[in-house]
């Protein structure tokens, strides 16, 4: 008899987690939710192990187990909180498959731990790579774990390179909306408020992603990560602003060939392909009708308006813990946006401050990435209380 795969959710509170329980409950029969783990939405985290009655539910801001274990004993569910306790959750024998839906660096640590005990990962936190592709890459070599994409970019790229010879492929093409100023005059740049960055087009994302889909940060993280992910070389990866998000990347071959994946805006769709291993699941979702494919535009990133998307390759060409840098002071930086510390278009410039302040590791450790990470912060913290309007 078949046994649904037990599957871990590291972020489960967020727009990503949120989504993968909405897709794990229409196919009860495959998938099995083990384990919920949060930062520190406790309430929402209770709410959801109430729902689906996972075995085990962790809480990261140890000020807020106590409320959870109120909460969930009673009912038989296991709880923990701290970093240590979601890193050890990676090894249960009752995982199958981590879901990364957390943000940013946190999600590295438990990644690694996941990918050291055998666990296949649906990656939907593209810092683990961008942070430290390297140290990830060599894991994943002396490991049976698998790594499927859950970005709508890399798992189209993912989808494209299906029975395919990855020695014929010339390029990749990552596309991206644009955001909401992409058409703004430039000198209004420094004048959007965080409802503006906030407003994305075409995508329903939490708020540390929405920024950096309007700074375009994410497209450079994207360039870093499909790197490591496909083994290509940096020349090999371009950005092309799309408006539609319709085609959400493609693959382009040695012999002129082009293949894209299109779809809706919707991130069940690559939620659904990762869980499902590359299976494609029967979905009632809305369709991609026609009409919708009758005006797919495409156009070159402007350099001026979208000056962090250059950062992906320089990380790379740079290496060493170049894109560790950028990564700890975008968190930074971003937070600082949307508590309304900063403009706009601080993030940026605080990004290159901690680039030219924080010291440079040709070949990081891990333990050095560490360092560099909380080093970059420290910089990038001191650097906004110095900032003066």
């Known amino acids: 008899m078949y046994s649904p795969k037990k599957i871990a959710i590291l ?11 909405d897709v794990t409950a229409r196919y009860p029969e495959l998938f099995d939710v083990t384990v919920l783990i949060a930062g520190s939405k406790v309430d929402t985290l209770i709410q959801q192990a109430i729902a689906r009655r996972p075995r085990m539910a962790i809480i990261a801001d140890e000020s807020k187990y106590l409320k959870l274990k109120q909460a969930l004993e009673p009912l038989g569910i296991l709880t923990g ?5 979601v ?12 879901v990364t839906a957390t943000v940013g660096y946190s999600g590295l640590a438990p990644t690694l731990r ?12 593209k810092e683990t790579l961008v942070v430290a ?3 990830v890459t060599d894991a994943l070599n002396q490991s049976k774990s698998k790594v499927i994409p859950v970005d709508s970019e890399h798992s ?23 955001g909401p100023f992409r058409k703004l005059p430039l000198e209004e740049l420094d004048k959007v408020t965080v409802a503006d960055a906030l407003h994305h087009p075409n995508w329903s994302m939490g708020a540390k992603i929405t920024i950096d889909s309007a700074t375009m940060v994410n497209k450079a993280f994207e360039i870093i990560e499909a790197r490591w992910l496909f083994d290509v070389k940096p020349s090999q990866i371009e950005a092309v602003v799309h408006p539609q998000s319709i085609i959400h990347s493609m693959v382009e071959f040695v012999d002129g060939a082009i293949k894209a994946q299109l779809g809706t805006p919707d ?5 659904r392909y990762a869980l499902g291993d590359a299976t494609r699941l029967y979905s009632a979702d ?14 070159r990133p402007d350099a001026d308006r979208f000056p962090a998307i250059k950062l992906g390759h320089q990380a790379l060409e740079r290496g060493g813990n170049t894109a560790c840098i950028i990564n700890a002071a975008n968190e930074v930086a971003v937070a600082a946006f949307l508590n309304n510390q900063i403009k706009f278009t601080d993030i940026y410039r605080l990004i290159i401050y901690a680039l030219d302040n924080a010291p440079y590791i040709s070949r990081p450790t891990y333990d050095d990435y560490v360092a560099s990470n909380r080093l970059a912060r420290e910089i990038t913290v001191q650097r906004i209380k110095n900032i003066q309007y």
């Open 81 to 85: 909180a701290g970093t240590q306790a």
């Open 267 to 271: 991130m069940r769709l690559p939620i």
């Open 156 to 178: 189209a790229i993912y989808q494209c390179l299906v029975g395919e010879d990855h020695q014929r492929v010339k390029k990749l093409i990552i596309t991206a909306s644009g």
């Open 286 to 299: 809305k369709e991609l009708s026609l009409e919708n494919m009758s005006n797919l535009t495409f156009e």
């Open 11 to 21: 972020g489960s509170t967020g727009s990503i987690g949120t989504q993968t329980l």
């Open 133 to 135: 592709g390297d140290i």
């Open 114 to 125: 996941a990918i050291n005990a055998g666990k296949d990962i649906a990656l939907a936190n």
């Open 87 to 98: 890193i050890d959750a990676m090894t249960l024998d009752y995982v199958d498959v981590v």
